[in-house]
């Protein structure tokens, strides 16, 4: 029966090939599928035992992880400590790569290429969550205020997971032929880590993945679970200055002005009509202004207003649409007031894009299975796609194409999480001070998981 449900979706993503020998290929393809999913029921206890007796080391590396926090672009000792945990079971590591980027290389054999990452920066937030492990870390950001740090988003459980799944594959390698790549990846909160490191040439002067991997925790599910968003998962995030330029005066003759502020409240409530009206309802959409600053004294009218947008959407095509979008209708009320074109708003686009994260569908069905041999049917679990960024994008967005999968690993106490379904309660979300995973059920399952999923990569 295995093999059968393995087979007939193959066939159907196929079902258009008129040629024998692409469907030889697929019947191949589905009989190699089947037969490592029944080699797989047998390993699943032995790994589980390794993952278990694994623990205590693993909870040690996250605890260290987890009180010395570091923040995007500044992971010096963070990157040397991964760096280490790779070199101690046997990868040749380079590190400095795009920054505090680390990446170690495993080569066993003939056989595919696959790329495993991991994040290791944290957020400028003070840690609420009690826990005795909790970050007391300080530092000043680039501004020179001082900050609390913490692992507000989990990486420091995607680091313990990534080290987990090296050292057991490490020690299997007489059950796998082929090159292992696990990068340990910077300042993946202000989305340039990624780019650093590709630019800095991660598929030039390392072998070039057949595909790559990524987990992120989430509250979402429970610990013991995974989740899986084929297609779109996460968003193209970009985010927009506008200087909205006027003639400033006395508020009490607003007749001698071209009030920016009321130009700017008007631009406002205009970019909603993007979303509602000129983007299809089918290709999901969001913007926001989430700032608006002008002025200094109610009876003052101001020369300029200043407005923060970001747009998400998961579409190159509707990415555009809403930049330009956003320029005509703004360009159009400052017309509309009079206003002569080189008074014409001023847009900014930041550096800080992130393009949106599509999970290749085959990759990504090809994995469920395994998870649903691995965990059980029950614990694996489809997840609807966000509208929040993750530059794991750019590592399939190269000119290789490389397929690319982020899986979501469960993080949140059972009981706690069954009770916020029952309205009881809500749980803290990632980015939030008081988000604290459940770390052995979360690091075992991630590690079972990871382990699994880049065994089935490694087979043709």
Not at 52 to 68: P, S
Not at 97 to 123: C, F, H, Q, S, Y
Not at 183 to 208: C, H, N, T, W
């Amino acid at each position: 029966m295995k093999l059968t449900n393995t087979f007939c979706i193959l066939l159907l993503f196929f079902s258009a090939a008129a040629q024998d020998g692409p469907v030889r290929q697929l019947k191949e393809q589905a009989r190699e599928s089947g037969r490592f999913i029944d080699e797989l029921d047998g390993k699943t206890d032995g790994l589980r035992r390794q993952a278990d007796a694994d623990y205590a080391y693993l909870e040690n590396l996250y605890i260290h992880y987890h009180t010395h926090p570091e923040l995007s672009f500044y992971e010096k000792e963070t990157s040397k400590r991964m760096a280490e945990e790779l070199r101690k079971i046997g990868f040749d590591v380079t590190e400095k790569v795009g920054g505090n980027g680390v990446v170690g290389v495993l080569k066993n054999g003939e056989g595919p290429t696959i790329l495993v990452r991991a994040d290791m920066d944290a957020l400028p937030i003070v840690e609420e969550t009690g826990k005795p492990y909790a970050s007391t870390v300080t530092t000043q950001d680039e501004a020179g205020n001082t900050v609390g740090v913490m692992h507000a988003c989990g990486h420091d459980i995607h680091m313990t997971v990534w080290a987990g799944a090296a050292r057991r594959l490490a020690a299997m390698k007489g059950e796998w032929k082929g090159t292992l790549v696990f990068i340990g990846q910077p300042a993946e909160e202000r989305s340039g880590g990624a780019k650093a490191m590709l630019a800095d040439g991660l598929y030039e002067r390392f072998p070039v993945p057949d595909y790559a991997i990524a987990l992120h925790d989430t509250p979402d599910l429970p610990a013991g679970m995974v989740g899986y968003c084929s297609g779109y998962s996460l968003a193209n995030v970009d985010m927009m200055d506008i200087t909205v330029f006027g003639k400033g005066g006395h508020g009490a003759a607003p007749q001698t002005t071209q009030d920016p502020v009321l130009l700017a409240s008007r631009m406002v409530v205009a970019l909603q009509s993007i979303v509602s009206r000129e983007i299809s309802p089918l290709d999901p959409a969001v913007v926001t202004v989430g700032s608006i600053h002008g002025g200094t004294k109610g009876n003052i009218i101001p020369d300029e207003v200043r407005l923060e947008l970001t747009m998400r959407s998961y579409s190159d095509e509707v990415r555009m649409a809403l930049i330009e979008k956003i320029k005509r209708i703004c360009n159009g009320v400052a017309m509309s007031a009079g206003l002569t074109e080189e008074k014409y708003p001023e847009y900014k686009l930041r550096e800080e894009y992130t393009p949106s994260v599509y999970n290749d569908p085959q990759l990504t069905e090809r994995i469920r299975q395994v998870f649903i041999q691995t965990l059980g049917s029950g614990n694996v679990r489809q997840m609807p796609p966000g509208m929040v960024g993750e530059d794991f994008a750019r590592y399939g967005r190269t000119e290789e194409q490389v397929p690319i999968l982020l899986f979501w690993l469960g993080a949140s106490d059972p009981e706690l999480f069954e009770a916020a379904q029952r309205g009881a309660l809500s749980l803290p979300s990632l980015h939030s001070s008081g988000f604290a995973p459940m770390p052995e059920p979360t690091i075992k399952t991630g590690v079972l998981a990871m382990t699994c999923a880049v065994l089935e990569l490694l087979r043709r």
